[in-house]
């Protein structure tokens, strides 16, 4: 597609519960990153996939977050047993791997546990 | 562990140029400088990158000094569209071949009518 796409736009959980978003990166784009920003807060980064290198997950809260990249396209992030404080904007962008391109970024998912 | 520094906020008037200044005091010589904004609800959107040489686009220029301590983004004519929280950033190679985008607090620009 011509941008990056995630799914769900929005999503309210019950905190306990597992949850998945998606993330549909631009055609060809090599590197793909998660990151998710708390209300009123920066972005913080999550985790970096870049072609069929292991991916970097320093940036990963807790062993509740996971993430995986399926063919080098499609990234899905879980977070298991949400938490309150999981509450956030989780935004996924992807680029060409070539050094000075930039990134694009989806429009977020808004994730709410109650 | 941002490697910018922004001023919190600025205000510009509609149709005047606005120039918002960044600090990148530790740069590294192949680390390029980036610019990004977001727009209330909205993901983060490129505006434009270098790494040494003036750069211009359809958006904006970026003006990085000659020792690369610091660079200057110019929206050249500033519309009310153009209010948005502007992330100067530094594109960060980590050991490994990893890389990130250190975004920190940014700075709030208002265009005012």
């Known amino acids: 597609g011509a941008g990056v796409s995630q799914s769900p736009s929005n999503k309210v959980t019950e905190k306990g519960k597992d949850v998945e978003l998606r993330c549909d990166p631009i055609s060809g784009h090599t590197a793909l990153y998660w990151y998710r920003q708390s209300l009123g807060q920066g972005l913080e980064f999550l985790i970096y996939?870049?072609?069929?290198?292991?991916?970097?997950k320093s940036g990963l809260p807790s062993d509740r977050f996971s993430a995986e990249r399926t063919g080098g396209s499609v990234s899905t992030l879980t977070i298991q047993r949400t938490q309150q404080e999981d509450s956030a904007v989780y935004l996924c962008a992807s680029s060409r791997r070539d050094r000075g391109y930039g990134y694009t970024f989806g429009s977020g998912t808004r994730l709410t546990v109650v | 562990d941002a490697k910018t520094t922004q001023p919190p906020s600025m205000d510009c008037a509609e149709g005047r140029a606005a120039n918002l200044p960044c600090n990148h005091s530790?740069?590294?010589?192949?680390?390029?400088v980036y610019w990004y904004r977001q727009i209330h609800s909205q993901g983060p959107q490129y505006i434009i990158h270098g790494l040494k040489n003036n750069e211009t686009n359809e958006m904006a220029s970026l003006i990085i000094t000659e020792d690369r301590k610091s660079s200057t983004l110019i929206l050249p004519h500033a519309t009310l569209r153009d209010t948005a929280v502007y992330y100067c950033i530094v594109r960060v190679q980590i050991q490994g071949g990893s890389e990130k985008l250190v975004f920190g607090k940014g700075m709030k620009l208002t265009v005012n009518p």
């Open positions: 996939f870049q072609g069929n290198s292991a991916p970097d």
């Open positions: 530790t740069i590294s010589g192949n680390e390029y």
